[in-house]
């Protein structure tokens, strides 16, 4: 499995979001890697009441989106 944020990312995403914003995103992109692809049930796992989060977060987050979509091939 590839690496999913290396050290030099979660540094610049520590400095314009929120602690556990960045945490709960990271472990999304964890849970999500996990269930191959899933985002309804990564959300489960992560404890993220609705997949419109996700979807927010990918519409704000460049970067996050594109880490999903390299997985799902889109």
């Not at 499995?1 to 990271?26: A, C, G």
């Not at 309804?40 to 594109?66: F, Q």
Request: proline residues 3%.
């Amino acid at each position: 499995m590839k690496k999913v944020f290396d050290q030099s990312e979660i540094h610049r995403y520590e400095e314009t979001q929120q602690p556990r914003t960045l945490q709960k995103k990271i472990d999304f992109v964890a849970n999500f890697y996990k269930v191959y692809g899933n985002i309804s049930l990564a959300c489960k796992l992560t404890g993220i009441k609705s997949r419109k989060t996700v979807y927010n977060w990918m519409h704000d987050d460049p970067e996050l989106l594109k880490v999903i979509e390299d997985f799902t091939g889109i």
